[in-house]
């Protein structure tokens, strides 16, 4: 039986988010891999920086947003940290990143649902079992305690 050919490529064209930063016209399609690679290796504790220190959740939001945005540039030249944090208002600057990086975010989300959702399908039944023993074992009546009762 032959398994149907999924088209990755498709689900990318649905992307198109435009982005005006510093005077620059980003227009984001995709999302590179290095991203995600970048986030598994933060939540790993493998994510370092040049000094070999484990990089924080504000430098891979950094370093996941100027990928991106590097991945979506057709002509011009690259976008680099020190460019965003020259380019970027404080006032905006989350609110940018999450436009940028929300389909990736959205997207990791709700596979830790499912995978979530996965896990309590298969834990259920068990703990329902073993729930279900205890309570038949509580609520049997003890063989020591008949005849054992004293009277006074």
Not at 106 to 116: G, I, T, Y
């Amino acid at each position: 039986m032959s398994e149907a050919v999924k088209d990755f490529d498709a689900l990318t064209a649905e992307m198109n988010i435009p982005v005006t930063m510093g005077g620059r016209e980003f227009l984001i399609r995709k999302i590179p891999a290095i991203v995600q690679m970048m986030y598994t290796r933060f939540y790993l504790g493998t994510l370092r920086d040049e000094t070999g220190q484990q990089k924080d959740i504000v430098d891979l939001k950094l370093d996941a947003f100027v990928a991106t945005l590097n991945a979506n540039i057709t002509e011009g030249s690259k976008v680099t940290r020190d460019w965003v944090e020259e380019n970027a208002s404080a006032v905006w600057y989350d609110d940018v990143c999450d436009r940028v990086l929300a389909p990736f975010l959205e997207a990791r989300e709700k596979k830790q649902l499912q995978e979530q959702q996965r896990v309590l399908d298969i834990l259920t039944p068990a703990v329902r079992e073993i729930v279900q023993e205890e309570l038949d074992k509580r609520l049997q009546p003890s063989k020591n305690s008949k005849g054992n009762s004293k009277t006074t």
